[in-house]
Nanobody
Framework: QVQLVESGGGLVQAGGSLRLSCAYS????????MAWFRQTPGKEREIVAAINWSGLMVHYARSVEGRVTISRNNDKNAVYLQMGALKPEDTAVYYCAADSRWSTVLSSTGARYWGQGTQVTVSS
C-alpha cells in the first residue's frame, strides 16, 4: 500500500508560478513511478507529467511542456511539480498518482494509487 498526500495548491495570477508537492509513503514506494494528473469538472482526468523511480525518465503533456518540471527526492519521499507561466486553463484539481509500472502510471485509469488532490486556481 502506498499513501499519497498532495500540497501546495492555491490561487495564483496568470503568469505566476506554483510548486506542488506530493509526499508518499508505504512499502517500496521509492521504486514506484509517480505522476501528476489534473481534472476539471466535466472533463476526464489528464496526465500532466510523470517521472520514473530513478528520476531519469520523465514525461510531459504537450499542453504544459516547457512550463512545468517534475522532480523527485527519494530521500525525502516526495515528488514535486514546479509550474510556471500559469494560464487560466491550468485551473484544475491536481492529483498525484503512483504505480509500480511506468506504462501504467501514465494512464488515468491504470495508476494504482492516488492522492486526494489539491486545487490550483489561476486567475486572469
Amino acid at each position: 500500500q502506498v499513501q499519497l498526500v498532495e500540497s501546495g495548491g492555491g490561487l495564483v495570477q496568470a503568469g505566476g508560478s506554483l510548486r506542488l508537492s506530493c509526499a508518499y509513503s508505504g512499502r517500496a514506494s521509492d521504486n514506484y513511478a509517480m505522476a501528476w494528473f489534473r481534472q476539471t469538472p466535466g472533463k476526464e482526468r489528464e496526465i500532466v507529467a510523470a517521472i520514473n523511480w530513478s528520476g531519469l525518465m520523465v514525461h510531459y503533456a504537450r499542453s504544459v511542456e516547457g512550463r512545468v518540471t517534475i522532480s523527485r527526492n527519494n530521500d525525502k519521499n516526495a515528488v514535486y511539480l514546479q509550474m510556471g507561466a500559469l494560464k487560466p486553463e491550468d485551473t484544475a484539481v491536481y492529483y498525484c498518482a503512483a504505480d509500480s509500472r511506468w506504462s501504467t502510471v501514465l494512464s488515468s485509469t491504470g495508476a494504482r494509487y492516488w492522492g486526494q488532490g489539491t486545487q490550483v486556481t489561476v486567475s486572469s
